[in-house]
């Protein structure tokens, strides 16, 4: 009896572990913006019929992907919502959306399925005289010296692009990107 109580108490250890485990490596909004904002966007416009049939989704969001343009207009096509579209996963929108999954899981999922959906990004508004350069990521230092068309011949770390913006800021710093 003893046993089994150590092994029960074992058990329930480890699934709480994996639970915390679980919630602490969900998907954050920023993880996959595009995509949780779209979806939050899309689901807002269901009223509560269609928010209960899958099939009515599906046809709701081939006609919201109608009127939608950049970052939104592609993920649509990801997901198989425009008449263009290769490939189609709708049904992964569609099915969670009907049971009432949160937009944060639904975008999940459907990165399990497709990881370039999260891989789609806003562009972000970046004023030079306010940010530190130091908290950005390589790629929106990249972005900044590619939207002055400007090149970093060598650069392989970040103190490197860093160094390089610094050196070029005097010229563009008229310039919020």
Same mark, same amino acid.
């Given at each position: 009896?003893?046993?089994?109580?150590?092994?029960?108490?074992?058990?329930?250890?480890?699934?709480?572990?994996?639970?915390?485990?679980?919630?602490?490596?969900?998907?954050?909004?920023?993880?996959?913006? %595009? /995509?949780? +904002?779209?979806? $939050?966007?899309?689901?807002?416009?269901? @009223?509560?019929?269609?928010? *209960?049939?899958?099939? =009515?989704?599906?046809?709701?969001?081939?006609?919201?992907?109608?009127?939608?343009?950049?970052?939104?207009?592609?993920?649509?096509?990801?997901?198989?919502?425009?008449?263009?579209?290769?490939?189609?996963?709708?049904?992964?929108?569609?099915?969670?959306?009907?049971?009432?999954?949160?937009?944060?899981? %639904? /975008?999940? +999922?459907?990165? $399990?399925?497709?990881?370039?959906?999260? @891989?789609?990004?806003?562009? *972000?508004?970046?004023? =030079?005289?306010?940010?530190?350069?130091?908290?950005?990521?390589?790629?929106?230092?990249?972005?900044?010296?590619?939207?002055?068309?400007?090149?970093?011949?060598?650069?392989?770390?970040?103190?490197?692009?860093?160094?390089?913006?610094?050196?070029?800021?005097?010229?563009?710093?008229?310039?919020?990107?």
């Amino acid at each position: 009896m003893r046993f089994e109580m150590n092994t029960l108490h074992f058990v329930f250890i480890i699934c709480f572990i994996l639970s915390v485990t679980h919630t602490t490596i969900a998907l954050k909004e920023d993880d996959c913006e %595009v /995509c949780v +904002k779209t979806v $939050k966007r899309f689901s807002d416009t269901l @009223d509560d019929a269609t928010k *209960k049939d899958y099939k =009515l989704i599906e046809t709701a969001f081939k006609h919201y992907c109608k009127t939608q343009k950049n970052k939104e207009h592609r993920f649509c096509y990801y997901l198989g919502g425009l008449e263009e579209s290769a490939t189609g996963i709708l049904n992964e929108l569609s099915k969670p959306l009907s049971w009432s999954m949160p937009a944060e899981k %639904v /975008c999940e +999922k459907l990165k $399990k399925k497709d990881a370039q959906i999260c @891989d789609l990004r806003y562009e *972000k508004q970046i004023d =030079l005289n306010k940010v530190d350069l130091k908290k950005l990521k390589v790629r929106d230092l990249k972005k900044i010296l590619n939207d002055w068309d400007e090149g970093c011949e060598g650069c392989l770390e970040k103190s490197d692009f860093i160094k390089r913006i610094e050196e070029l800021k005097p010229k563009y710093s008229h310039n919020e990107l």
